[in-house]
């Protein structure tokens, strides 16, 4: 079956850097979109990036745009989100999630089939 494992979590201080990695198997994802969503205490799970696998097309949230980088490495099946100039506003658990979903509809969670069980990202002001 699929899995998507995520790693990288941690508590960093305001304007530093972290990398998370997810890690995928269980099938090939030619002709999925992979996304990056993001949940903190109280709100509801937000968009923040998303990839589409075998292009590599990319988008996202306004709030990260110049900050996130989301990326692929194929060979490796792992998906990727290099965070840069953290904000105590970037808190929350991230999921990677996978789906067959069409472009337009990349940033709602409902558009994605499968999800990873989060990892938790502080930011310290």
């Known amino acids: 079956q699929v899995q998507l494992v995520e790693s990288g979590g941690g508590l960093v201080q305001t304007g530093g850097s972290l990398r998370l990695s997810c890690a995928a198997s269980?099938?090939?994802?030619?002709?999925?979109?992979m996304g990056w969503f993001r949940q903190a205490p109280g709100k509801e799970r937000e968009f923040v990036a998303a990839i589409i696998w075998s292009s590599g097309r990319t988008d996202y949230v306004d709030s990260v745009k110049g900050r996130f980088t989301i990326s692929r490495d194929s060979a490796k099946n792992t998906l990727y989100l290099q965070m840069n100039s953290l904000k105590p506003e970037d808190t929350a658990v991230y999921y990677c999630?996978?789906?067959?979903?069409?472009?337009?509809?990349?940033?709602?969670?409902?558009?994605?089939?499968?999800w990873g069980q989060g990892t938790q990202v502080t930011v310290s002001s």
């Open positions: 269980g099938r090939t994802f030619t002709g999925y979109v």
């Open positions: 999630a996978a789906g067959r979903t069409g472009w337009g509809t990349k940033s709602l969670a409902r558009s994605y089939d499968y």
